[in-house]
Nanobody, 124 residues
C-alpha cells in the first residue's frame, strides 16, 4: 500500500507563487509516473501536470503551461509543483497521484493512488 501526503497549499493573492509537495511512502518500489490534479467545488477532477519516472517527460494542462512546473526527487519519493503567477481560477483542491505506468498520468482512470489533497485559494 502507498500513502501520498500533499503539503504547501494556502491562501494567496493573485500573482503570487506557491510550491506544493507530495511525499510518497509505503510500497513505492514501482517506477511510476506521478502527477497533479485539481478539483474545484462542483466540478470534475482535472489534470494539471504529469512527470515520468525518470523526470525526462512532462505534460501540462494548457491552462497552466508557462506558469506551473512539475519536478520530482526519486531519492526522497517526492514530487513538487511550483506554481507561479497564480490566478483566482487556479483555486481548487490539489491532489497528488501515482499513475499506472512509468511515462504519464493524465486522466483519473490511469491513477493507482491518490493523496487526500491540499487546498489552494487565490484571491483577486
Amino acid at each position: 500500500q502507498v500513502q501520498l501526503v500533499e503539503s504547501g497549499g494556502g491562501l494567496v493573492q493573485a500573482g503570487a507563487s506557491l510550491r506544493l509537495s507530495c511525499a510518497a511512502s509505503g510500497r513505492t518500489g514501482s517506477s511510476a509516473a506521478m502527477g497533479w490534479f485539481r478539483q474545484a467545488p462542483g466540478q470534475e477532477r482535472d489534470f494539471v501536470a504529469s512527470i515520468s519516472w525518470t523526470g525526462g517527460t512532462t505534460y501540462y494542462a494548457d491552462s497552466v503551461k508557462g506558469r506551473f512546473t512539475i519536478s520530482r526527487d526519486n531519492a526522497k519519493n517526492t514530487v513538487y509543483l511550483q506554481m507561479n503567477s497564480l490566478k483566482p481560477e487556479d483555486t481548487a483542491a490539489y491532489y497528488c497521484a501515482i499513475g499506472d505506468n512509468s511515462v504519464v498520468v493524465r486522466t483519473p482512470k490511469r491513477v493507482d493512488y491518490w493523496g487526500k489533497g491540499t487546498q489552494v485559494t487565490v484571491s483577486s
